[in-house]
């Protein structure tokens, strides 16, 4: 599946469940609660935080790859709702970056 087809499928699955978009300002929230939500499982597997039982120590991978759907979903849907073809915009944003730090990285010291 491609950007384009995920921007389809998630506004198909809105109109089929969802009955209409939550408001831009709906939805940024919920993407900044899907976004702690995986950095809450990021602080455990990576940080010096600890899981509260082993269940959860042994789903973290399964849980981050949930969180980061959840993330994918709910930024295709504010795309939806501003019309903004996220194909295009990802290709702007590599576009720009690689313009702006083709060498930058390559010169960080810090990074051999
Ligand atoms: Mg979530």
């Not at 499928?9 to 899907?34: A, C, H, P």
């Amino acid at each position: 599946m491609d950007i384009k087809e995920a921007q389809q499928r998630v506004d198909l699955w809105i109109k089929q469940y969802g009955v209409k978009y939550f408001s831009e300002l709906t939805n940024t929230v919920i993407l900044t609660e899907e976004v702690g939500e995986f950095a809450k499982i990021i602080a455990r597997k990576y940080g010096e935080q600890s899981f509260k039982t082993k269940e959860k120590e042994a789903s973290a991978t399964q849980d981050l790859e949930e969180e980061m759907a959840d993330i994918f979903f709910v930024l295709i849907c504010l795309a939806n709702q501003m019309n903004i073809d996220l194909n295009t915009a990802f290709l702007k944003t590599i576009e720009k970056k690689t313009i702006r730090d083709k060498d930058r990285h390559i010169m960080n010291k810090k990074l051999l």
